[in-house]
């Protein structure tokens, strides 16, 4: 599986970005998918996952109620909506896909480039 995020960029806080990720597989709707991000001199971490269906999702606490996870398995994509952006939320952020839902990024089989995110104060 190939994965291509896309969508980072410059920010101000309070604003909104959607990142995509788009998978190349057939097989994309058996996959969960996960989005991590990795700040600078900070380890990866968990942002959200949803399961292949859509219908279990969960969020690391310092995104709930603000970021949003989605796919469109049609599109073989999935999204991350960030709303409120806050300057903490600035990172590289990175898709992944995995055979069910993990929160730990070395359970994860493939990986997108990663696209960043920098949320001015």
């Known amino acids: 599986v190939q994965l291509q995020a896309s969508g980072g960029g410059l920010v101000q806080a309070g604003g909104s970005l959607r990142l995509s990720c788009a998978a190349s597989?057939?097989?994309?709707?058996?996959?969960?998918m996960g989005w991590f991000r990795q700040a600078p001199r900070k380890e990866r971490e968990f942002v959200a996952v949803m399961d292949w269906s859509g219908g279990n999702i969960y969020y690391a606490d310092s995104v709930k109620g603000r970021f949003t996870i989605s796919r469109d398995n049609a599109k073989n994509t999935v999204y991350l909506q960030m709303n409120s952006l806050k300057p903490e939320d600035t990172a590289v952020y990175y898709c992944a896909a995995g055979g069910t839902i993990y929160f730990s990024a070395s359970e994860y089989d493939y990986w997108g480039q990663g696209t960043l995110v920098t949320v001015s104060s």
């Open positions: 597989a057939r097989t994309f709707t058996t996959y969960a």
